[in-house]
């Protein structure tokens, strides 16, 4: 061990009290700095994938759009070809549009999804979602008429005072001739099943009927809105997008989730760059705390200091004992930090301690994914503020003249 890293370590566990508490404290704040740091990374990165993957798990990886609006008529010739291409595990049609819907007791405005039940299967998590009742749109007969099934959203279903089995009405212009005083088209449906997705706009706006009752619903004969694809891996999206669309020969619009959920993401990617930088305040806030130690201990230390000089210690020398133990300070106030991060995630994902208003920010609490790269990224951060606050006061202690020393 050289002899600069063994007074390092003796400066660190000795001192007068005031210096010491300095000490600890300042390695407390390092430490802090860090776990925040470390956590509000981690929980950006599990706020966006369970964004991610909830969201995927509705919309699915790619969307295949008519090029100048309308809608698809070739659905089943076109899911045929996309489901031949290589990394392509599935596809289905289906058609979007709002409608009005009412029960018994209330109504509310809402958007309808017409899937093709066997197709879709395959390509969400819809049928992983079914809260209550099965996923099916099997019609009943109820006093001779004929009622297909609807699958609503838990929260809509709670708001319309719908349990399975009732009764539902749905209304839509869609298709009508305004100028001639046209009705809207009315059709009854009961209740199915209930998802729950965990996103709140889906859960509260969302419900599914099969294709062919919103075909006739919205007239749009036999065709549909969009087609979208599941990928054998998400992060794939992007680069299969040109590759079906030059399948498709260039007559539609495909559009990766990246694309089209692109400003939900790019918020939270900024989110998290401000966040991090705004920590890292706290770290410099620590660092004038180890400037402020450190000029303390040389005044302390001087005698030492002087009696290392005269046994032939160089300045060098004595910079490098004050530049190691502002560095030990930094080491463990790192490493302290990612520990307590990682306890504070654990924690959190374990008992989910930290909720969040779901119509605000789509989920019912605060998930917390940690990576690798964040916590090393805070850390050499830290690392590196750490070694600068020690640069000053090292500098002023290896400036220190034994003759100084001696007259005092």
């Given at each position: 061990m050289r002899?600069?890293?063994f007074i390092a370590k003796r400066y660190l566990r000795s001192g007068r009290f005031f210096i010491s508490v300095s000490t600890w404290i300042t390695t407390l704040g390092v430490t802090l700095?860090?776990?925040v740091v470390c956590f509000v990374m981690s929980m950006h990165n599990g706020f966006e994938t369970e964004i991610r993957t909830r969201?995927?798990?509705t919309t699915s990886h790619i969307s295949v759009f008519p090029l100048r609006g309308g809608l698809i008529d070739n659905y089943r010739e076109l899911v045929e070809k996309l489901e031949s291409i290589d990394r392509v595990e599935a596809a289905s049609p289906f058609i979007f549009y709002k409608a009005a819907i009412s029960s018994a007791t209330s109504g509310d405005g809402i958007i309808i999804r017409g899937i093709d039940a066997d197709l879709e299967r395959n390509t969400s998590n819809i049928v992983r979602d079914i809260k209550l009742g099965q996923f099916s749109f099997d019609p009943i007969v109820d006093q001779g008429d004929t009622i297909p099934g609807i699958m609503l959203g838990d929260n809509l279903a709670q708001s319309l005072g719908l349990y399975l089995g009732e009764p539902v009405l749905l209304y839509s212009l869609k298709g009508e001739d305004l100028h001639r005083k046209a009705r809207p088209r009315v059709a009854k449906f009961y209740v199915s099943a209930i998802f729950e997705t965990g996103m709140y706009e889906f859960d509260a706006q969302m419900a599914y009927i099969s294709l062919v009752d919103a075909q006739k619903l919205f007239k749009t004969g036999d065709a549909a809105t969009a087609v979208h694809l599941k990928l054998d891996n998400i992060y794939h999206a992007e680069e299969m997008t040109p590759l079906i669309d030059s399948v498709l020969g260039y007559k539609y619009d495909v559009v990766p989730w990246n694309v089209l959920h692109k400003n939900l993401f790019a918020w939270i990617a900024i989110e998290k760059k401000i966040l991090f930088l705004g920590f890292i305040l706290i770290v410099l806030v620590a660092a004038f705390s180890i400037i402020s130690t450190l000029v303390m201990l040389t005044m302390e230390k001087r005698a030492e200091i002087g009696i290392l000089k005269t046994m032939g210690s160089t300045p060098a020398s004595v910079r490098r004992i004050f530049v190691l133990k502002g560095?030990?300070?930094?080491?463990?106030?790192?490493?302290?930090g990612w520990v307590l991060a990682?306890?504070?995630?654990?924690?959190?994902?374990?008992?989910?301690?930290?909720?969040?208003p779901p119509d605000i920010y789509f989920i019912s609490y605060l998930p917390i994914e940690t990576h690798l790269s964040d916590f090393l990224l805070a850390g050499v951060v830290t690392f590196f503020i750490c070694f600068l606050a020690a640069l000053y006061p090292a500098h002023?202690?290896?400036?220190?003249?034994?003759?100084?020393?001696?007259r005092q």
């Open positions: 002899y600069e890293t700095g860090v776990a969201l995927l798990g560095m030990t300070i930094g080491v463990f106030g790192v490493v302290s990682l306890i504070v995630a654990f924690i959190q994902n374990r008992y989910e301690l930290i909720s969040l002023q202690a290896s400036k220190l003249q034994v003759v100084e020393v001696l």
